[in-house]
């Protein structure tokens, strides 16, 4: 999606004979909004259609939590057991009709291949490294990394480093680099926060020539139905355009700092159907002599704001360690705990690492939210009004929590 590509042996032109020791190869069009919108051409050694086997059809079942009560929300993830691997070990925290947010922490390996039939999905790598392996090739990966994967790109995870741990969006519509962060022309501007550089596509194509039984899991229609295949799904000779997987690493994320507090959009870093997800990096803050150098309580009128805290030091919000999660739902302000504000005076910079989501409908929760929920958070403006929030232990303000 970001620019156009090609890895391997493509025809001089589109759609004319493409041949392999006289064999004439398969050409298909992996496309976006009819033939309008991008595409990649894949040159197949077998038709992508042959089939060998209808295997079962497993539908998508979905425990919903209603809470007695609405309100403000922290749900600790860091102990969650692992389970499954890289798709069946996802575990749906919250979702809405257009998006879904997953955990998953794999201990398992893929002995399938998997392709997404009805949504983009990001996956976050906060622990562990190694390649998806995709029919586009091999898409190295490591900690930080934001994996961004088209809807029908097959593929299968080849972990290196363990543990994992991901954080994984999934979306009907498409996941897109901002609007704003582009010209007319699609190159990303002078101001943005990245550039074409920071994005990193297939590295490597290898054509599988194997003949077997491969059994391929495509989501599709709310379930996941099972495919054999008797050839390898990595037939791909050669391949060109603008549709395959690629990543962004969180820590090529420059920042964008003022006199006075930027809002979230200035974090955003991906825009999806409806909601956008941003990254929060370490970095200079609010430098006014008279800045509060941390957010402004706020009411997002249209909006629920889910963070997920990544690494740094959360000294300054009480409760919040690494990989937890909070919830601050519409309909509701939030804002810094009582104290901090204050305290946050003086303070120049924080260290810390987080990615939030923020949707513009409600989110529904579900049964594995409610484990992991602390039940308390929606207090901590009340409890913490007599005892002001811990000062952070590095004058600089390396604890600091920088959004809210
Ligand atoms: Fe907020």
């Given at each position: 999606?970001?620019?156009?590509q ?9 759609h ?9 190869l ?16 894949l ?6 259609c ?21 309100a ?5 993830t ?5 389970a ?20 998953c922490?794999?201990?398992d390996?893929?002995?399938y291949?998997?392709r997404?039939?009805?949504?983009d ?28 994967v088209?809807?029908?790109t097959?593929y299968?995870?080849q ?16 996941i ?8 007319q022309?699609?190159q ?7 550039y ?12 599988v ?27 791909v ?8 997987p ?22 955003q ?17 609010d ?11 706020h ?15 959360f ?23 009582p ?17 939030m ?6 989110l ?9 929920d ?6 901590s403006?009340y409890?913490n009004?007599?005892?002001?929030a ?15």
């Open positions: 999606m970001p620019f156009y090609r890895l391997g042996d493509v025809p001089r032109k589109r004319i004979q493409f041949r392999e020791n006289g064999t004439l398969t050409e298909e069009v992996m496309g976006l909004e009819g033939f309008t919108g991008n595409e990649s051409i040159y197949h050694l077998q038709s992508p042959r089939v060998m086997k209808l295997d079962g059809f497993e539908p998508i079942e979905r425990k919903e939590w209603v809470p007695d009560q609405h403000h929300r922290h749900f600790h860091k102990e969650i057991d692992a499954g691997d890289e798709v069946t070990g996802r575990r749906l925290l919250m979702w809405n009709n257009d998006v879904e947010i997953s955990l922490r794999p201990k390996s893929m002995d291949f998997f997404n039939g009805e949504g999905e990001v996956i976050f790598v906060h622990e562990g490294s190694g390649v998806l392996e995709t029919v586009f090739g091999d898409v190295p990966y490591k900690e930080g990394d934001y994996v961004v088209p809807r029908g097959t299968r995870f972990p290196e480093a363990s543990p994992q741990r991901y954080l994984v969006f999934e979306t009907p519509g498409l897109e680099i901002p609007r704003r962060y582009r010209n022309y699609g990303i501007m002078e101001g943005a926060p990245y074409h550089r920071d994005i990193h596509p297939p590295t490597e194509l290898k054509t020539r194997e003949q077997g039984e491969f059994p391929v899991k495509v989501r599709v229609r709310g379930g996941y139905q099972t495919y054999l295949l008797d050839y390898h799904p990595f037939d000779v050669g391949w060109d355009g603008y549709l395959y690629w990543t962004f690493s969180i820590h090529d994320f420059e920042p964008i700092t003022g006199r006075i507090h930027q809002p979230p959009p200035s974090h870093t991906f825009a999806g159907q409806n909601f956008v997800i941003c990254s929060f990096c370490p970095r200079k803050l430098f006014d002599p008279d800045a509060v150098p941390i957010p402004y309580h009411s997002n009128l249209q909006s629920e704001e889910m963070i997920y805290y990544v690494s740094g030091n000294g300054s919000r009480k409760g919040v360690e690494v990989g937890s999660i909070t919830l601050h739902p519409s309909g509701l302000p939030h804002g810094p705990q104290g901090l504000a204050e305290k946050s005076i003086g303070t120049h910079e924080t260290h810390e690492l987080a990615v989501c923020d949707t513009f409908n409600p529904k929760l579900t049964d594995f939210a409610k484990k992991l602390d039940g308390t958070y929606w207090r403006w409890e009004a007599s005892q002001p811990d000062a952070t232990d590095d004058a600089s303000g390396a604890g600091l929590t920088s959004h809210l």
